[in-house]
């Protein structure tokens, strides 16, 4: 089943101390991007990654962390939590438009419910 | 600034009537408009998207309205049903979509029975 996987779906953590939120996708999709969701403010974009080893910086990366060793991992790295990183976090992936194919779907994971304490 | 303006921030509707969901952008990069569909406790899964080359798009009960002049797309639901009752997101992207997506705030949609 094609799938974007997070890991763990729950957090409960409390200030300064580092976590990784982890994000596997089995559909070989070279796009990643990981966002965050707030009541009222949407969904906004941390960071993106293009491939293996490029990444870069969505609208709110502040306070995160990101790695793409392999081409199916995307882990969110938070290295000092703080309360307002308390969250719902969202991975996703997608593939590049393929000549005459145009859509840009993006295929969320279930969502990682953090709590910063 | 807020690329993605999306309104109303909810909605009722009663079973059988019309939903309809607004967005305005800002960014005429853009050129690609999914509206995603997003169910308590689960991610939002695509449910209709369209590109400006064209000014509507139905799939079902779905349909959106696209006017590239004004910069404003909007999503549709005929014939709504309780089922229908979720929150849903316009976006936006550009560049072959590889730095993801432009989200608006959200449209709670409660139809009622």
């Known amino acids: 089943e094609a799938q974007v996987t997070q890991n763990p779906r729950y957090l409960i953590t409390v200030t300064g101390k580092k976590l990784t939120v982890t994000c596997s996708q089995n559909m070989n999709h070279e796009y990643m991007s990981w966002y965050r969701q707030d009541p009222g403010l949407g969904l906004r974009q941390i960071y993106y990654?293009?491939?293996?080893?490029?990444?870069d910086k969505g609208d709110v990366p502040e306070g995160y962390k990101v790695s793409r060793k392999e081409k199916r991992n995307f882990p969110l790295i938070l290295e000092s939590p703080s309360p307002n990183q308390t969250s719902l976090y969202f991975c996703?992936?997608?593939?590049?438009?393929?000549?005459?194919?145009?859509?840009?779907?993006?295929?969320f994971g279930p969502g990682t419910r953090l709590t910063v304490l | 600034q807020q690329q993605v303006k999306q309104s109303p921030q909810s909605l009722i509707v009663q079973k059988g009537g019309i939903s309809i969901i607004n967005c305005a952008y800002e960014?005429?990069?853009?050129?690609?408009f999914p509206w995603y569909q997003q169910f308590p406790g689960k991610g939002p899964a695509l449910l209709i998207a369209?590109?400006?080359?064209?000014s509507e798009k139905k799939e079902g009960r779905f349909t959106i309205s696209f006017n590239k002049s004004a910069k404003q797309f909007s999503l549709h639901i005929m014939d709504s049903q309780p089922g229908d009752s979720a929150t849903y997101f316009c976006a936006a992207s550009k560049t072959g979509g590889a730095d993801g997506l432009t989200f608006g705030k959200g449209t709670h949609l409660i139809i009622q029975p």
């Open positions: 960014n005429t990069a853009f050129d690609y």
């Open positions: 369209i590109r400006p080359d064209v």
């Open positions: 996703a992936s997608s593939s590049p438009r393929a000549s005459g194919r145009y859509t840009d779907t993006q295929y």
């Open positions: 990654s293009m491939n293996v080893e490029v990444t």
